[in-house]
């Protein structure tokens, strides 16, 4: 899942834009107190204390809502500089993406702005790719001398950061097009098949993955149209939650998948099927396309299961032949490259975070009420807790001031590890309600009276794209 804490594209046209104009990383409540980053050895430490815990089983979150959080972050975060790689360069990292949960990460801005997505000659439908017998069921890909596959005509590379998350993309992909189709007469097709498609999005984010990974007492206030505690109207990205709260989703991984049938792949083999890492191995074989209802329920017997959200990570995650060590601690694996984003970003020490936040709260607020339950507000009981977990003398600063995705995984493995807690939840939905409300109207609007209008699941989602493009009996299996 490398796409979603780091990627490179050009800055060169960048370095031209008014600095005013950019898109930039903030904090959630600005300014976070000054604090330097923790000493990349502790880093180290934290991180391989990490690749070491054993992980366990979600009892009901199905496999593929790990995936759709992926989605979700490289929807909302393009950086163009990894935090980790920009010491010593003149190009600090950015956001580039303009606008959140607005489907960018396969439209790309539109054919004037991302052609080699659109399938010519209107350059309207998303394109769709072949697999090795000839089925339209992956993502496009491209070679132009014998090294095979090497490249893919999507909007957004990232989206073929493993196989999974490629098939879910071409889920995406379908849904704009089938959307297309249904665009109403005398609407420009492709700003309709864009709010169509995006009404769906928000519906799915909204009534089916916030209920499965928020607390439910955070949910609720947000839901009802609680307040926000940051009501700026900037896109600007808070780092609490690129390079903090959403690196949850890293835990969600399992080492294994039922993908096409009921045999079980490595989940090592997901990263390795892509076109940067297995260029020679495509067209993609068909143990790779995924049968859906092997990740969400409600589309046959009951899907495979994620991870449970605590401090743990796959073994194919901590590895170095996909992650390798990117400074002097020699330290590979993504744990080690979360933590030290999370630093160099300067995302908020999760203790100073949660005074600040029960600050901004007037009295009886319900996410006050949450964050007090989780007996990790004040300082030395949470001090105590995290030293208590970690079983490490050498890592006591760590428990002193955690580094935030870190804690945010703590938190929801002290709440039972099947939802993020209080302050993980917080942030998403500082981050993802603004978008979320301020498109409703326009959401609603471009579903009314459409077959799309009552989609709320993936599992509807996934049946009406089943129906509307002759999947139901496909080969390889799509439900």
Known sequence: MSGSHGGYIGTRARATMPAEHRPRFR??????????PLPDHLLAALALRLAQEPQAEHPSLPAGYTYLLQFIAHDCVFSDTPFWGELGSDAPAANTRLRRLNLDTILGGGPAQCPHAYAAPDRLALRLGRLRDGAARDIPRIGVDDRGLTDTLIADARNDDNALVSQLTVAF????????????????????????????????????????????????????????????????????????????????????????????????????????RGAQRMPMPASWVVRWSHFFDGLGPRAQRAMLIQPAYAPHLTAARFFPAIDHTGRAGLPYRDLVSAEIAGAWEPGALMQALLEAMPVRDPRATALHETGLVQPAPRAAALRAWLADAALDAVADAPPLPFFIMYEALKGGGETLGPLGSIILAETLFPALRGMADENAAALRSTPFAAIRTMAALIRLLARENGLRAAQPPFL
């Open 173 to 276: 992909h379908l849904l704009h097009n089938t959307a297309l189709k249904r665009a109403p007469r005398g609407a420009d097709p492709a700003i309709a098949a864009h709010r169509m498609a995006r009404g769906v999005y928000h519906a799915i984010i909204l009534h089916d993955l916030l209920p499965r990974v928020m607390h439910a007492g955070v949910l609720g206030h947000y839901a009802q149209g609680g307040a926000l505690l940051d009501p700026s109207t900037d896109e600007d990205m808070p780092v609490e939650f690129s390079h903090g709260a959403f690196r949850f989703a890293h835990a969600m991984v399992r080492h294994e998948y039922r993908v096409a049938d009921d045999t079980p792949l490595p989940g090592a083999e997901a990263l390795a099927f892509t076109s940067a």
């Open 27 to 36: 904090n959630i409540l600005s300014p976070a107190p000054a604090r330097g």
